[in-house]
Nanobody, 119 residues
Framework: QVQLVESGGGLTQPGGSLRLSCKVS????????MGWYRQAVGKQRELVAR??????TDYADSVKGRFTIARHNENTVDLQMNSLKPEDTAVYYC??????????????WGQGTQVTVSS
């Protein structure tokens, strides 16, 4: 059983900061890459940031310089979001490509966490 357990998110004012965390709960796995996507109301889901097992990172142009993705430990990835804007408001989803039991990579999603930026 593989689960991506998300934490963080919530409500903040413009210019504020939030941190999202995603922990992989599984047995005998390795991470190919992990990242965060977001979906605002009426819009398609889009990539926010991702990090490969080797540490390479990729960011959406809209968050470059404001968001930072990092591996916290062997099974957790954090997304530090600074200088938040109202347009960052969305449901944020953790995503992972995992090799489980020597097979994969397989595609997994978290349940989503709401981020609201409003004054």
């Amino acid at each position: 059983q593989v689960q991506l357990v998300e934490s963080g998110g919530g409500l903040t004012q413009p210019g504020g900061s939030l941190r999202l965390s995603c922990k992989v709960s599984a047995i005998r796995f390795s991470i190919d890459d992990m990242g965060w996507y977001r979906q605002a109301v009426g819009k398609q889901r889009e990539l926010v940031a991702r990090i490969t097992d080797s540490g390479q990172t990729d960011y959406a142009d809209s968050v470059k310089g404001r968001f930072t993705i990092a591996r916290h430990n062997e099974n957790t990835v954090d997304l530090q979001m600074n200088s938040l804007k109202p347009e960052d408001t969305a449901v944020y989803y953790c995503h992972a490509n995992l090799i489980v039991g020597g097979h994969g990579p397989w595609d997994y999603w978290g349940q989503g966490t709401q981020v609201t930026v409003s004054s």
